[in-house]
């Protein structure tokens, strides 16, 4: 018993943590004990909680309750704290690859993407086919090489496009700033280049939008609020945006997102709720709402994201794209917002896993001298995603407890596409337990609570409430709330989890699971203004989300089904250290078994109609 009387876990040495199939570890369950709130109790709530006599008392009742005093506050650890989760490059002997030179340029860089890419044949502008697919890179560039097509029409379209989906009756709320007069003059240069012949890579002339978490000129970083960027200047592009433009990308704005990121619904009071384009009645998913809803919709192809606790491929998979979030370090993050140094990383979301790959390696390659591990130089390596040959006796880890944590739907969904894996290409499913998976929840949303609210400080302390919204006043109590012993704990608990972790990758190359525990659910009136505290809902989304960010692994997930009401369904793959290339090909093949089922949205553009 811990201080008062209160329960505490005193963790066994990690050396005797038994991650086998029959290891007698108990499952727990999500104890998320707190009632949704939007509107005016939101409202009620906020003020007892930023009182100096009731906040108190009502932050350690709401910590108590939800199991954190009991994991970790009062917890005993041996292991000592792992403060990043910075991976040491081991050179992998990975199926497939083709190794790439890390100073190539990012035009080279996707070349030698493209060299590994099939050949695909038949001209694209019929119309989509007998089954709906999303236009990919490769569509558009084909497009404009043919002359039928230019970056100026598609540009044209994109600004219509937002222009009807921002308003009545669909207020899809989709980005959170884009500059005409800025997109239609990238839009001039491309044309302009292609029709000369000079075009510089293929994703010359592409429309990428980027989350508002990511410095991108001319556009201020708002983060989601109607404050920050007035505290913070943008006074240049993130490097990643820089990659892509001097690819010839056209970047055409600044995506919706959840306020600071500090939520999983993507409902933003100040900038709108950014809804889904399979029901528009129904959430995108957050924090990274607006970038899975723009590529859902096929205003872009791609859109750039950062996931901090699945805030890529949350919304990726409620919206039926696909999520690729890399291994922390590999894509640069000088220029991103720094809310969680240690949990955040950027990552892509795209309508089919080559476009991830493609924007994948125009961002990746060495690091700038300003980034905290820029002396690592891990080795890159691609996918040959043309191979003859398929990647073979592939393994992967399933613990069934946590896998069938989830909605009915989502269970039969998920286990029927690992059958598919498993019977079309041989590969064989380890099965496996993955001990104190709750605790490791408890000890990420600690961990991020604690960066953002650290980050913020100095600015929270001048701002004037108000013009934060509802939910996030109380996502930052939390995160004030939490201690330097919380804090130094949940990193103990990530050295744990971390040596957990790769003696499971010693028998198993990916760990599998679904993406998300329910699907999108829907907005309801009262949270429009104030945002919406549904940490139920929010425990749900997440559940399978955190070793991607704790531990700074890689992760991807691809969309394999629809629920009963037609919204879409993730499986999720987590992958060692650095093995980006096996996690690509394993999504490229579960993409392939799957597209002959995809729909199309509710709400859907189509660009590159010549119509």
């Known amino acids: 018993m811990g201080l008062f009387g209160e329960e505490k876990v005193v963790y066994k040495p990690v050396e005797e943590v038994d991650v086998g199939p029959k290891s007698d ?3 727990v369950r999500a104890n998320v004990k707190a009632p949704r709130m939007a509107g005016l ?4 709530f906020v003020w007892f909680l930023e009182s100096r006599i009731f906040g108190t008392l009502l932050l350690f009742i709401l910590k108590r309750n939800n199991l954190i005093h009991k994991f970790i506050t009062n917890a005993e650890l041996e292991e000592p704290p792992l403060y990043v989760p910075l991976h040491p490059f081991e050179d992998v002997k990975e199926q497939e690859v083709k190794c ?5 340029s990012p035009p080279e860089k996707v070349q030698q993407a493209i060299n590994c890419l099939p050949n695909s044949s038949g001209k694209i502008l019929n119309g989509l086919k007998s089954s709906f697919h999303h236009w990919t890179i490769l569509d558009y560039s084909r497009a404009y090489i043919s002359g039928e097509i230019t970056p100026w029409m598609v540009a044209e379209r994109f600004i219509a496009a937002v222009h009807e989906s921002s308003n009545p009756p669909l207020q899809m709320s989709f980005f959170i700033n884009y500059n005409v007069d800025d997109i239609l003059k990238q839009a001039t240069e491309s044309t302009l280049r292609y029709k000369r012949g000079q075009q510089i890579s293929v994703l010359d002339g592409v429309p990428i939008a980027i989350k508002d978490e990511i410095d991108c000129a001319p556009y201020p970083t708002t983060g989601g609020t109607k404050w920050l960027h007035k505290v913070r200047s943008c006074t240049d592009d993130a490097c990643c945006v820089k990659r892509l433009r001097l690819c010839g990308a056209i970047l055409v704005g ?5 306020e600071l990121g500090a939520g999983t619904s993507g409902i933003n009071p100040h900038y709108g709720a950014t ?5 528009i009645n129904k959430i995108s998913g957050g924090s990274s709402s607006g970038s899975a809803a723009v590529v859902a919709a096929g205003l872009c192809p791609v859109a750039l994201g950062v996931d901090g606790g699945g805030s890529v ?10 999520g690729l979030k890399p291994t922390f370090g590999r894509i640069p993050h000088s ?3 720094p809310l969680n140094w240690t949990v955040g990383m950027v990552g892509i979301l795209a309508g089919r896993i080559e476009d991830a790959f493609i924007v994948y390696a125009a961002m990746s390659g060495r690091l700038p001298s300003d980034q905290p591990n820029c002396s690592m130089h891990p080795k890159l390596h691609f996918p040959l995603l043309n191979s003859s040959k398929p990647i073979s006796d592939v393994k992967l880890a399933k613990y069934a407890e946590w896998f069938n944590d989830c909605s009915d739907d989502i269970r039969v969904s998920c286990s029927q596409s690992l059958d598919k894996l498993k019977e079309h290409y041989g590969w064989k499913i380890v099965e496996v337990t993955i001990p104190e998976i709750e605790a490791m929840r408890l000890a990420h949303y600690s ?19 108000a013009e934060l919204g509802w939910d996030a006043r109380v996502a930052l109590s939390v995160y004030g709330s939490f201690s330097s012993k919380e804090y130094i704990k949940a990193q103990k608990m990530r050295n744990r989890q971390m040596q957990i972790h790769m003696t499971i990758f010693a028998q198993a190359d990916v760990i599998v699971s679904p993406t998300i525990g329910v699907t999108a659910y829907p907005i309801k009136d009262d949270a429009l203004e104030t945002g919406e505290l549904d940490y139920v809902n929010g425990a749900a989304l997440v559940r399978f989300s955190i070793a991607g960010n704790f531990l700074g692994l890689p992760a991807v997930t691809v969309p394999v089904g629809y629920d009963k009401l037609g919204l879409p369904i993730g499986l999720q793959f987590i992958g060692r250290p650095w093995s980006e290339p096996t996690l690509i090909h394993i999504a490229s093949a579960m993409q392939a078994l799957c597209k002959s089922n995809y729909r199309k949205p509710e709400v859907f553009y189509n660009l590159l109609n010549r119509d």
Request: one cysteine or more; aromatic letters at 4%.
């Open 447 to 465: 961990t991020i609570g604690s960066e953002c609210s650290t980050s913020l400080s100095s600015h929270l302390e001048k701002l004037n409430p």
């Open 275 to 279: 809804r889904n384009p399979y029901d």
């Open 41 to 44: 109790v939101v409202k009620i």
């Open 335 to 337: 220029g991103v917002l």
């Open 254 to 258: 600044k995506t919706n997102m959840h």
């Open 25 to 27: 570890h108990v499952y």
């Open 100 to 104: 790439i030179d890390s100073d190539l």
């Open 313 to 322: 491929r949350m919304p990726a998979a409620l919206c039926g794209v696909v």
